[in-house]
Nanobody, 115 residues
Framework: QVQLVESGGGLVQPGESLRLSCTTS????????ISWYRQAPGKQRELLAT???????YYDDGVKDRFTVSSDIERNTVHLHMNSLKPEDTAVYYC?????????WGQGTQVTVSS
């Protein structure tokens, strides 16, 4: 059974950085893609970044200058590095993995940016 576990969320001040982690069951290479989403209160879930097993990484234009994705293959983990955080980045952040047309989701991790 596929399991995704997010971690690393918390309360930070504007301008600070945070690194989120998504640890998968089994090798991250088994998935066609692994993505990071977020959902703020009262808003739809939005896609932030996707790393594909074929290589390229997609970033949403709204975060590409501040967020980056990296992979730790040995630990089956994909990180989302977030810099220069803003109050509008406050949301629950989710990890998604796609395998053979099936989508899997983690439980989410809360990020709050506030002074």
């Amino acid at each position: 059974q596929v399991q995704l576990v997010e971690s690393g969320g918390g309360l930070v001040q504007p301008g600070e950085s945070l690194r989120l982690s998504c640890t998968t069951s089994g090798s991250i290479w088994r998935y066609e893609s692994i993505s990071w989403y977020r959902q703020a209160p009262g808003k739809q879930r939005e896609l932030l970044a996707t790393v594909f097993s074929t290589g390229p990484t997609y970033y949403d234009d709204g975060v590409k200058d501040r967020f980056t994705v990296s992979s730790d293959i040995e630990r089956n983990t994909v990180h989302l590095h977030m810099n220069s955080l803003k109050p509008e980045d406050t949301a629950v952040y989710y990890c998604n993995a796609r395998e053979l047309d099936s989508d899997y989701w983690g439980q989410g991790t809360q990020v709050t940016v506030s002074s």
